[in-house]
């Protein structure tokens, strides 16, 4: 079929204010021409695309100063995150055919122009559903196994554990042999899901009192392993908890993050980690390549056994990716948050 001559693109239109939310005329869909492919690179249509809660724009006119990528959204520029593409062209020496799907990072937009390194095609037969290929499985997986080292007895606190990282994050850490898993998350009607649906023996609730009061009643006898998404007051009360030998797999700072200061610090107690002998480690997927092909067995088997599934929502169309972040970081999904386009 003939490609058209436009597409659109979501484009962030301002920045939200430090004391504001995000709301949907933070972005502008808009028409533009339609990219066209140079030497060496790809053209996709777009078919699937994630959104995050790192994705959130910071109102900091310099959030590239972090140097953390996926914070440096400018206004004018179009927003940036995972997607799924159809290939529709590509030069002959890269292997990809027309109809393959690839899998790459210039989401918000129907139709993007790759550098063909910048586009691995996806193994058709390494997931039943192409969709879980835009899970944040692979973070939830490093988090258990290298950054944790999840084994069989160990009690779990995962924090923000109704998101896309820690619906699957518990679920991995009961594979893995943890005894208890307990969750965070910012309402009941979560927690009733995460217990119900997702293994979770029990869950803390943000803003239903405090939270080390909380988790010392779901876990009266200490946690082995935290796995945070979160940081900020979860991360205190985790090492209050914290038995000898614990090991805290930190791999995101949304307590930071989603208050406007990525870089805001949380004050804990060397003193208490020594004594206790717990190991810190900040974790991320960008040092932990090699780990690839073993994950996606691992989650390809987990999910074709039924022994984990993979929540998430999926909404339809470009024009309601703005709604799908803005959503995504009131709370009113479990699990990731997809778009179709």
Avoid at 23 to 51: I, K, W
Wanted: glycine letters at 12%; proline letters at 8%; hydrophobic letters at 45%.
């Amino acid at each position: 079929m003939p490609l058209p001559r436009t597409h659109r693109e979501v484009r962030l239109a301002a920045r939200p204010r430090p004391e504001g939310p995000l709301t949907t005329d933070h972005f502008e869909v808009v028409h533009a021409p339609l990219p066209t492919p140079g030497p060496g690179q790809v053209l996709v249509r777009n078919r699937l695309m994630s959104v995050a809660a790192a994705m959130r724009p910071l109102a900091s006119a310099d959030p590239g100063a972090l140097g953390l990528p996926q914070l440096r959204h400018r206004v004018g520029e179009v927003m940036r995150g995972p997607a799924i593409g159809e290939v529709l062209s590509a030069p002959p020496d890269t292997g990809l055919t027309s109809g393959a799907l690839v899998r790459h990072h210039s989401g918000w937009r129907e139709y993007a122009v790759l550098d063909a390194a910048e586009a691995p095609p996806l193994d058709p037969d390494a997931l039943p559903d192409p969709a879980a290929h835009l899970s944040q499985g692979f973070t939830a997986w490093l988090g258990v196994v290298r950054g944790a080292g999840v084994r069989r007895g160990d009690t779990v606190f995962v924090t923000g554990a109704a998101g896309g990282v820690g619906t699957l994050a518990g679920q991995f850490a009961r594979l893995h042999g943890a005894a208890r898993v307990i969750g965070s998350t910012g309402s009941r009607d979560k927690a009733d899901r995460l217990v119900a649906e997702l293994g979770y023996d029990a869950a803390v609730i943000r803003g239903a009192g405090p939270i080390e009061e909380q988790l010392r009643a779901a876990a009266p006898d200490g946690i082995d392993v935290l796995f945070d998404t979160v940081g900020g007051e979860q991360l205190r009360a985790a090492l209050a908890l914290a038995r000898r030998k614990a090991r805290f797999a930190l791999v995101g700072a949304l307590a930071a993050q989603l208050s406007d200061d990525a870089l805001a610090t949380t004050p804990i107690s060397t003193l208490a980690l020594i004594a206790r002998g717990v190991t810190l480690r900040g974790i991320s997927g960008y040092d932990h390549a090699d780990a690839a092909p073993t994950y996606l067995r691992e989650f390809g088997r987990a999910l074709r056994e039924g022994a984990i599934t993979y929540p998430h929502t999926r909404l339809t169309g470009i024009t309601q990716a703005p709604r799908a972040l803005v959503e995504l970081l009131e709370g009113r999904h479990l699990g990731a948050v997809l778009v179709e386009l």
